[in-house]
């Protein structure tokens, strides 16, 4: 064996670490059929160190150097002379741990080391002391008390006295930072709206941005863009996604060894519930939170450090409290203090059945215990009931003792919000944050105001420091990917996610998609404005046989750009718009949903229900309708359901278009039925979930975080949810350029898009400058510069949306465009 | 290409994505544990290209390359006498028989190595898709991050061999609308890596071209001014308060781009321009073209490419019933283009630098599900202990103890035997078995890789190979 099983990192350890090779080996090891001839070596990290670690390194390291002997670093053992390269029989180290003598023989204390444990560092010393260089046994270099910290505002230094500033504006002037420069109105606009709810500003947002004088303007766009719940929860639904695994297709869907818990996510966002709810509701888990924690189930054999109670243990510890469980999984981390037992402990709450410990995917005889991270927050009972261990770690967890639970997610929404954590890598926060300060004051000011996510959102969002211009990203230049030796300087630009890219260009475009696949919002939240109608409050007692008409007239200035009518009826209908029969229905418990869309017209427009009574004696009859209609330019949707507004009338004529134009016919308001509800109740979901699906199939607010993701999206970064995944990727990659520049999914929206714009020139009469600066508007919320539109102008070629076509391409491919500034 | 120019080929393209490279290095993504090839102690390339030819679904080696006792059908007879469902048929080399239907292959397993006794995990449970990510990346999922694709390592480690063509190609698998779509995902990618390094993937060679040129309906000249004009348009610098930094990343790969599809090169992805006789050797079926695709970018300098028969559950080699017909069918697909993909690399003088693995995630067997004593749930669809119908004829069930892989040129041995099958039910490797590991440990030597080169992610090593504990198994270089 050779040096090279080795590699140089160089990490910070706490306390005694060292690092590993091969980490893997265990992770796997079952796949390795028995008969492979290996070779005889040392794997440094798992025969060499932990011996090291567990017998030696108290009094050989930090220092402390019994018998002058360090074991801090392969040349420090070298330089004390107990090792003979290549002979272990002429090495002290060697003749000590072999001794018989009480005096001589290493470990002094405790139980010899074992006949396998001494063969191996024989064949250690005689392969020349595999050791990386780079690996030194180290002092902890930093550690943070886990409650957390009040945080003392420094004294205002600049013109700002928001508190993200004043703790800032003081870490500037130590660091010798330069201060930040305002940023433009319409920047900060465009980074507010996508940061927030991951859109483009409209134009008219633009403009009125723009010519809105008010000092405050900027605070109070926060608040007003906080406060659009839907739009909210349709940009941080990705975020969530990505963190909790949770897709709308994917491994384990389909067989039932994984569950989606879209629903409920989506509802925790529209209502920014509590961040310390919404995780108790994620680990002691009702039925349709319960997707989380379930992990994926895999077919087959899997490695022991992946059975579901495994997984529950690495995810909510990455995810809740940037702890890295996967290496303790399997075996004493060799980069931080977690232990097998600590990542077994977690793993135990969660287990079904008792869960015997595997090291290195080999079974030690032992069962794991409940065991909670943090043993000063709390304890598990073990002996309690997985629900109530679930219902104890959930408390645990959100315990207020717990300071990482609120570091580890103010962190991550600062990562989001400014391009950087304050803590980086995200999901390692025991390392120093570049300004711990800024970190507990966040935290605190978290759990004190009720662990209110948007309030967070908030407060980074109104300080100067977000409102400033961003700055060349002076850590990624660096290269550094350790918090310590990184300064500050303000908010990086950033890259749109893959979901925000498209989002933007179906903006452009028109090109959403008609439908979505996240199943979100529940049925039962939708207020119906229709109820059960009749002509008179008799109808308990309808004769049978009766028929009766109702009519609902309305105006509409412009064609909608949807429209349904949800209609249901003891016992049968007859569906007429404008006349034209539409639909027919003769079971009140299955409603039927008509797109009327093709038969309305502008002006005036008419509904018209035939209602009969069926049966042989007098029994109930009713009616209901929802009409939906979706208008032109906004998404809002205006509904007119069946009620005192809709008129009756009995006749014999029998021909529709006839009874309308019928001048001598007399209409009544129709009856509103107490108590048809509760008739009726079987059908009122399905009307419920109908008008929710017109709703969800809205194609202006569809959202690419709504559909799966098609493989322009993936190309794009948007991830397999296979791992927990809590960043994406800052750069465009040569494969994603080529996607966007010949691709076919963005070609075909561009395609739409063009067509789209060109039918607008044509209708408003804009001039090809008109076209431009609508176009730059939209996209970048500025308007084309002059030479910029000599550039572009005439727009010419032989098929005339081409030329758009291409505008469009350039105007998404512009940088300024693809980043957020 | 001479070296030189290929070397500073490669220069340039590191030129280019080395804004990409620091960015990298920003985020905590994962940093480079060894470049190998600036190692004094790295291994000397004996290929510059890799061409993997997939044969997905599980081929059965007793019917293709590893001939056993033959039983021709016949009603009555009890399936346990059948081992293999095709006659044995001589082969260019002496002591080596293979199948009857491979009778191109036959001709020219001088050029190359046949190794009988690669052997796969039983996984405890037989879904392709798992056995194909392991093949595929060396590690068994689930794994705690996305692990990469060999070919995406090989992009990553080597870079492109000519700067025009994607390092890593992928060559028949359609991604979209197919069975088990997100289980094949998950492992045609480059994982941690980023997209940098993933697949470049064309599932239908003859539409190819497509992938390189602009878009549809879009002449060369329209291209070229929207691009002129979109370089201006960046150039003015309106409005913009991006970094540098991230605006000079996006514009590199933005000309990358531009490059290959305006590139000279990219014709080698046009297979119409393939003279007709040429053609029609390889056009047994899409994988024949896909041979020719990738003859024909191998020429053009690609580093990596994988051309699969194409994994749809239940279809092509992937028999759970009418076994002996289906196998002869796919024979005929893959018979003539694979030896003709070999003649062509000879010709051109290019197969002795240009490493050829024909591979597939386990063999089949007309018995024994796994391995003898496994778990695995019987998948056969066409069940009998005696055969009544032809469909019940054939090798209906997988089988992870003993399967063949073809190699040819790259440095790797010629006219070459490696390893032994029992000759009779259970069939395992019984002589010098391969396991995945050391047989990736294998073509990653021969690309010049070593195998326990690495990446640190999410600040743990990650190797090439599992662990980095691959070896390659020296006897099958010549």
Same mark, same amino acid.
């Given at each position: 064996?050779?040096?090279?099983?080795?590699?140089?990192?160089?990490?910070?350890?706490?306390?005694?670490?060292?690092?590993?090779?091969?980490?893997?080996?265990?992770?796997?090891?079952?796949?390795?059929?028995?008969?492979?001839?290996?070779?005889?070596?040392?794997?440094?990290?798992?025969?060499?160190?932990?011996?090291?670690?567990?017998?030696?390194?108290?009094?050989?390291?930090?220092?402390?150097?019994?018998?002058?002997?360090?074991?801090?670093?392969?040349?420090?053992?070298?330089?004390?002379?107990?090792?003979?390269?290549?002979?272990?029989?002429?090495?002290?180290?060697?003749?000590?741990?072999?001794?018989?003598?009480?005096?001589?023989?290493?470990?002094?204390?405790?139980?010899?080391?074992?006949?396998?444990?001494?063969?191996?560092?024989?064949?250690?010393?005689?392969?020349?002391?595999?050791?990386?260089?780079?690996?030194?046994?180290?002092?902890?270099?930093?550690?943070?008390?886990?409650?957390?910290?009040?945080?003392?505002?420094?004294?205002?230094?600049?013109?700002?006295?928001?508190?993200?500033?004043?703790?800032?504006?003081?870490?500037?002037?130590?660091?010798?930072?330069?201060?930040?420069?305002?940023?433009?109105?319409?920047?900060?606009?465009?980074?507010?709206?996508?940061?927030?709810?991951?859109?483009?500003?409209?134009?008219?947002?633009?403009?009125?941005?723009?010519?809105?004088?008010?000092?405050?303007?900027?605070?109070?766009?926060?608040?007003?863009?906080?406060?659009?719940?839907?739009?909210?929860?349709?940009?941080?639904?990705?975020?969530?996604?990505?963190?909790?695994?949770?897709?709308?297709?994917?491994?384990?869907?389909?067989?039932?060894?994984?569950?989606?818990?879209?629903?409920?996510?989506?509802?925790?966002?529209?209502?920014?519930?509590?961040?310390?709810?919404?995780?108790?509701?994620?680990?002691?888990?009702?039925?349709?939170?319960?997707?989380?924690?379930?992990?994926?189930?895999?077919?087959?054999?899997?490695?022991?450090?992946?059975?579901?109670?495994?997984?529950?243990?690495?995810?909510?510890?990455?995810?809740?409290?940037?702890?890295?469980?996967?290496?303790?999984?399997?075996?004493?981390?060799?980069?931080?203090?977690?232990?097998?037992?600590?990542?077994?402990?977690?793993?135990?709450?969660?287990?079904?059945?008792?869960?015997?410990?595997?090291?290195?995917?080999?079974?030690?005889?032992?069962?794991?215990?409940?065991?909670?991270?943090?043993?000063?927050?709390?304890?598990?009972?073990?002996?309690?009931?997985?629900?109530?261990?679930?219902?104890?770690?959930?408390?645990?967890?959100?315990?207020?003792?717990?300071?990482?639970?609120?570091?580890?997610?103010?962190?991550?929404?600062?990562?989001?919000?400014?391009?950087?954590?304050?803590?980086?890598?995200?999901?390692?926060?025991?390392?120093?944050?570049?300004?711990?300060?800024?970190?507990?004051?966040?935290?605190?000011?978290?759990?004190?105001?009720? %662990?209110?996510?948007?309030?967070?959102?908030?407060?980074?969002?109104?300080?100067?420091? %977000?409102?400033?211009?961003?700055?060349?990203?002076?850590?990624?230049?660096?290269?550094?990917?350790?918090?310590?030796?990184?300064?500050?300087?303000?908010?990086?630009?950033?890259?749109?996610?893959?979901?925000?890219?498209?989002?933007?260009?179906?903006?452009?475009?028109?090109?959403?998609?008609?439908?979505?696949?996240?199943?979100?919002?529940?049925?039962?939240?939708?207020?119906? /404005?229709?109820?059960?109608?009749?002509?008179?409050?008799?109808?308990?007692?309808?004769?049978?046989?009766?028929?009766?008409?109702?009519?609902?007239?309305?105006?509409?200035?412009?064609?909608?750009?949807?429209?349904?009518?949800?209609?249901?009826?003891?016992?049968?209908?007859?569906?007429?718009?404008?006349?034209?029969?539409?639909?027919?229905?003769?079971?009140? #418990? #299955?409603?039927?949903?008509?797109?009327?869309?093709?038969?309305?017209?502008?002006?005036?427009?008419?509904?018209?229900?035939?209602?009969?009574?069926?049966?042989?004696?007098?029994?109930?009859?009713?009616?209901?309708?929802?009409?939906?209609?979706?208008?032109?330019?906004?998404?809002?949707?205006?509904?007119?359901? /069946?009620?005192?507004?809709?008129?009756?009338?009995?006749?014999?004529?029998?021909?529709? #278009?006839?009874?309308?134009?019928?001048?001598?016919?007399?209409?009544?308001?129709?009856?509103?039925?107490?108590?048809?509800?509760?008739?009726?109740?079987?059908?009122?979901?399905?009307?419920?979930?109908?008008?929710?699906?017109?709703?969800?199939?809205?194609?202006? /607010? #569809?959202?690419?975080?709504?559909?799966?993701?098609?493989?322009?999206?993936?190309?794009?970064?948007?991830?397999?949810?296979?791992?927990?995944?809590?960043?994406?990727?800052?750069?465009?990659?040569?494969?994603?350029?080529?996607?966007?520049?010949?691709?076919?999914?963005?070609?075909?929206?561009?395609?739409?898009?063009?067509?789209?714009?060109?039918?607008?020139?044509?209708?408003?009469?804009?001039?090809?400058?008109?076209?431009?600066?609508?176009?730059?508007?939209?996209?970048?919320?500025?308007?084309?510069?002059?030479?910029?539109?000599?550039?572009?102008?005439?727009?010419?070629?032989?098929?005339?949306?081409?030329?758009?076509?291409?505008?469009?391409?350039?105007?998404?491919?512009?940088?300024?465009?693809?980043?957020?500034? | 290409?001479?070296?030189?120019?290929?070397?500073?080929?490669?220069?340039?393209?590191?030129?280019?994505?080395?804004?990409?490279?620091?960015?990298?290095?920003?985020?905590?993504?994962?940093?480079?544990?060894?470049?190998?090839?600036?190692?004094?102690?790295?291994?000397?390339?004996?290929?510059?290209?890799?061409?993997?030819?997939?044969?997905?679904?599980?081929?059965?080696?007793?019917?293709?390359?590893?001939?056993?006792?033959?039983?021709?059908?016949?009603?009555?007879?009890?399936?346990?006498?059948?081992?293999?469902?095709?006659?044995?048929?001589?082969?260019?080399?002496?002591?080596?028989?293979?199948?009857?239907?491979?009778?191109?292959?036959?001709?020219?397993?001088?050029?190359?190595?046949?190794?009988?006794?690669?052997?796969?995990?039983?996984?405890?449970?037989?879904?392709?898709?798992?056995?194909?990510?392991?093949?595929?990346?060396?590690?068994?999922?689930?794994?705690?991050?996305?692990?990469?694709?060999?070919?995406?390592?090989?992009?990553?480690?080597?870079?492109?061999?000519?700067?025009?063509?994607?390092?890593?190609?992928?060559?028949?698998?359609?991604?979209?609308?197919?069975?088990?779509?997100?289980?094949?995902?998950?492992?045609?990618?480059?994982?941690?890596?980023?997209?940098?390094?993933?697949?470049?993937?064309?599932?239908?060679?003859?539409?190819?071209?497509?992938?390189?040129?602009?878009?549809?309906?879009?002449?060369?000249?329209?291209?070229?001014?929207?691009?002129?004009?979109?370089?201006?348009?960046?150039?003015?610098?309106?409005?913009?308060?991006?970094?540098?930094?991230?605006?000079?990343?996006?514009?590199?790969?933005?000309?990358?781009?531009?490059?290959?599809?305006?590139?000279?090169?990219?014709?080698?992805?046009?297979?119409?321009?393939?003279?007709?006789?040429?053609?029609?050797?390889?056009?047994?079926?899409?994988?024949?073209?896909?041979?020719?695709?990738?003859?024909?970018?191998?020429?053009?300098?690609?580093?990596?490419?994988?051309?699969?028969?194409?994994?749809?559950?239940?279809?092509?080699?992937?028999?759970?019933?009418?076994?002996?017909?289906?196998?002869?069918?796919?024979?005929?697909?893959?018979?003539?283009?694979?030896?003709?993909?070999?003649?062509?690399?000879?010709?051109?003088?290019?197969?002795?630098?240009?490493?050829?693995?024909?591979?597939?995630?386990?063999?089949?067997?007309?018995?024994?599900?796994?391995?003898?004593?496994?778990?695995?749930?019987?998948?056969?669809?066409?069940?009998?202990?005696?055969?009544?119908?032809?469909?019940?004829?054939?090798?209906?069930?997988?089988?992870?103890?003993?399967?063949?892989?073809?190699?040819?040129?790259?440095?790797?041995?010629?006219?070459?035997?490696?390893?032994?099958?029992?000759?009779?039910?259970?069939?395992?490797?019984?002589?010098?078995?391969?396991?995945?590991?050391?047989?990736?440990?294998?073509?990653?030597?021969?690309?010049?890789?070593?195998?326990?080169?690495?990446?640190?992610?999410?600040?743990?090593?990650?190797?090439?190979?599992?662990?980095?504990?691959?070896?390659?198994?020296?006897?099958?270089?010549?």
């Amino acid at each position: 064996m050779t040096k090279s099983n080795l590699h140089p990192l160089k990490l910070h350890w706490a306390t005694i670490v060292l690092t590993a090779t091969g980490l893997f080996t265990c992770q796997t090891a079952f796949i390795q059929p028995s008969w492979g001839q290996e070779q005889k070596q040392v794997d440094f990290a798992h025969d060499i160190l932990p011996i090291l670690q567990s017998r030696c390194a108290k009094c050989h390291s930090n220092g402390v150097f019994k018998g002058d002997l360090s074991l801090e670093s392969r040349d420090k053992l070298i330089d004390s002379g107990t090792v003979e390269l290549g002979a272990h029989a002429n090495s002290q180290l060697f003749e000590r741990i072999t001794s018989s003598d009480p005096d001589e023989q290493m470990p002094p204390e405790g139980d010899r080391l074992t006949a396998a444990q001494v063969e191996k560092f024989a064949a250690w010393i005689d392969t020349d002391l595999v050791w990386p260089a780079e690996i030194e046994f180290k002092r902890r270099i930093f550690s943070r008390p886990l409650g957390l910290r009040a945080v003392a505002l420094p004294d205002q230094r600049s013109d700002s006295d928001h508190p993200v500033d004043r703790i800032i504006d003081n870490y500037f002037r130590r660091n010798s930072v330069k201060p930040l420069e305002p940023l433009s109105d319409h920047l900060f606009l465009r980074r507010a709206k996508l940061d927030l709810l991951g859109q483009l500003p409209t134009i008219d947002e633009t403009r009125q941005f723009a010519d809105n004088e008010d000092p405050g303007k900027q605070e109070k766009l926060i608040d007003e863009l906080l406060s659009r719940d839907r739009d909210y929860a349709d940009h941080w639904i990705s975020f969530w996604n990505d963190l909790l695994r949770n897709d709308y297709v994917g491994t384990g869907y389909i067989d039932g060894g994984r569950e989606q818990i879209t629903e409920w996510l989506h509802r925790s966002l529209i209502t920014n519930k509590p961040y310390d709810r919404f995780v108790r509701e994620l680990i002691s888990p009702s039925p349709e939170s319960v997707g989380f924690i379930k992990g994926i189930k895999w077919r087959g054999r899997v490695n022991a450090s992946q059975v579901e109670p495994l997984q529950f243990s690495q995810n909510i510890s990455q995810v809740f409290l940037g702890i890295n469980m996967k290496c303790a999984s399997c075996h004493d981390s060799f980069i931080d203090d977690w232990k097998l037992n600590d990542a077994y402990g977690l793993a135990a709450i969660t287990a079904e059945q008792p869960l015997e410990i595997h090291r290195c995917d080999v079974p030690t005889g032992e069962t794991a215990t409940s065991k909670f991270v943090f043993p000063s927050v709390g304890q598990i009972d073990g002996s309690l009931s997985r629900t109530q261990r679930l219902e104890q770690l959930a408390a645990l967890m959100t315990s207020r003792q717990n300071g990482r639970f609120p570091r580890t997610i103010v962190n991550r929404l600062w990562h989001r919000m400014t391009g950087r954590g304050l803590v980086h890598p995200v999901d390692v926060m025991a390392n120093e944050a570049w300004s711990e300060p800024l970190l507990d004051f966040l935290a605190v000011d978290f759990v004190d105001h009720g %662990y209110d996510l948007k309030r967070t959102l908030r407060m980074i969002a109104t300080s100067r420091m %977000y409102r400033s211009r961003s700055v060349q990203a002076s850590g990624q230049l660096l290269g550094s990917s350790t918090s310590s030796d990184f300064i500050f300087r303000g908010v990086d630009t950033r890259r749109m996610t893959a979901e925000q890219l498209v989002d933007a260009v179906w903006t452009l475009t028109g090109a959403a998609p008609r439908n979505i696949d996240a199943k979100i919002g529940s049925p039962e939240d939708v207020e119906l /404005t229709g109820k059960w109608v009749w002509k008179d409050a008799g109808a308990g007692q309808s004769p049978a046989g009766e028929t009766v008409f109702f009519r609902y007239e309305f105006e509409i200035d412009s064609l909608p750009l949807a429209s349904s009518i949800v209609t249901t009826c003891d016992n049968q209908f007859e569906l007429f718009v404008n006349g034209k029969h539409v639909a027919k229905g003769t079971d009140w #418990a #299955a409603p039927i949903t008509s797109d009327i869309r093709p038969e309305l017209k502008v002006g005036k427009n008419v509904i018209l229900v035939q209602a009969s009574n069926q049966g042989d004696s007098p029994n109930p009859a009713a009616l209901f309708a929802e009409l939906l209609l979706r208008s032109d330019n906004k998404s809002d949707i205006e509904r007119f359901g /069946t009620d005192q507004n809709w008129d009756w009338t009995e006749s014999s004529v029998n021909d529709p #278009a006839e009874l309308l134009n019928h001048e001598q016919i007399h209409w009544y308001p129709a009856v509103v039925l107490p108590g048809a509800n509760e008739t009726y109740e079987s059908a009122m979901p399905l009307v419920q979930r109908a008008v929710q699906q017109f709703d969800l199939a809205d194609p202006i /607010t #569809a959202r690419a975080s709504l559909v799966q993701a098609d493989l322009l999206m993936r190309s794009l970064g948007r991830p397999n949810r296979e791992q927990v995944v809590t960043t994406r990727p800052e750069t465009l990659s040569t494969l994603q350029a080529l996607d966007l520049s010949n691709g076919e999914i963005l070609a075909g929206w561009l395609q739409t898009g063009a067509n789209q714009w060109l039918s607008a020139q044509r209708e408003s009469k804009w001039s090809d400058q008109e076209l431009v600066t609508e176009l730059f508007e939209q996209a970048l919320s500025r308007g084309p510069a002059s030479d910029e539109l000599k550039v572009l102008i005439p727009l010419h070629g032989e098929d005339p949306a081409g030329p758009i076509e291409d505008l469009l391409w350039m105007v998404v491919m512009l940088p300024e465009f693809q980043l957020i500034q | 290409m001479n070296i030189q120019t290929k070397i500073e080929a490669r220069r340039d393209f590191l030129k280019m994505t080395s804004a990409a490279a620091l960015a990298a290095l920003a985020t905590g993504a994962p940093r480079l544990i060894r470049a190998d090839d600036t190692k004094p102690d790295a291994p000397a390339a004996t290929a510059d290209t890799c061409i993997l030819l997939w044969m997905a679904g599980g081929m059965a080696a007793p019917d293709t390359f590893d001939p056993k006792r033959y039983e021709p059908f016949e009603k009555g007879l009890a399936a346990e006498k059948i081992i293999s469902t095709f006659p044995e048929i001589d082969t260019v080399v002496d002591n080596i028989k293979i199948t009857q239907g491979l009778e191109q292959i036959a001709r020219i397993l001088d050029r190359g190595t046949l190794i009988r006794s690669h052997v796969q995990a039983d996984l405890g449970n037989i879904l392709h898709s798992r056995h194909q990510y392991h093949w595929h990346t060396g590690y068994v999922p689930p794994q705690t991050v996305a692990a990469p694709h060999i070919g995406a390592w090989m992009a990553k480690l080597l870079g492109p061999r000519n700067p025009a063509i994607p390092a890593f190609i992928d060559i028949g698998q359609r991604l979209e609308g197919v069975g088990e779509k997100e289980e094949l995902k998950a492992f045609h990618t480059a994982g941690f890596l980023g997209s940098e390094f993933g697949p470049f993937v064309l599932p239908y060679p003859d539409q190819a071209i497509e992938s390189v040129r602009p878009p549809k309906g879009m002449t060369p000249k329209r291209f070229e001014a929207r691009f002129r004009m979109y370089r201006e348009l960046v150039n003015q610098q309106h409005g913009d308060d991006a970094s540098d930094y991230q605006k000079e990343s996006m514009m590199r790969s933005m000309e990358n781009a531009y490059r290959l599809l305006s590139s000279p090169e990219r014709t080698a992805f046009d297979l119409t321009l393939e003279p007709k006789a040429s053609y029609d050797r390889y056009n047994t079926s899409r994988f024949g073209q896909g041979c020719l695709l990738a003859r024909r970018l191998t020429e053009a300098g690609a580093r990596f490419i994988e051309v699969t028969t194409e994994y749809v559950p239940f279809v092509s080699w992937d028999t759970h019933e009418n076994g002996h017909t289906t196998a002869a069918q796919m024979k005929k697909d893959v018979d003539q283009p694979i030896a003709q993909l070999i003649l062509d690399l000879e010709q051109r003088g290019l197969l002795d630098r240009t490493l050829v693995v024909i591979a597939s995630e386990f063999s089949r067997d007309m018995m024994i599900e796994g391995v003898p004593g496994s778990t695995a749930r019987d998948q056969s669809r066409a069940k009998a202990d005696i055969m009544a119908e032809m469909k019940q004829y054939g090798l209906h069930r997988h089988f992870t103890g003993g399967s063949s892989v073809l190699m040819f040129g790259g440095g790797i041995g010629k006219g070459v035997l490696y390893g032994k099958t029992a000759a009779e039910r259970p069939c395992l490797a019984i002589e010098k078995p391969v396991t995945i590991t050391d047989l990736h440990a294998t073509i990653f030597r021969a690309m010049g890789i070593r195998p326990d080169s690495g990446l640190d992610v999410e600040k743990r090593p990650f190797y090439v190979t599992q662990d980095g504990k691959g070896k390659p198994v020296g006897e099958l270089f010549g």
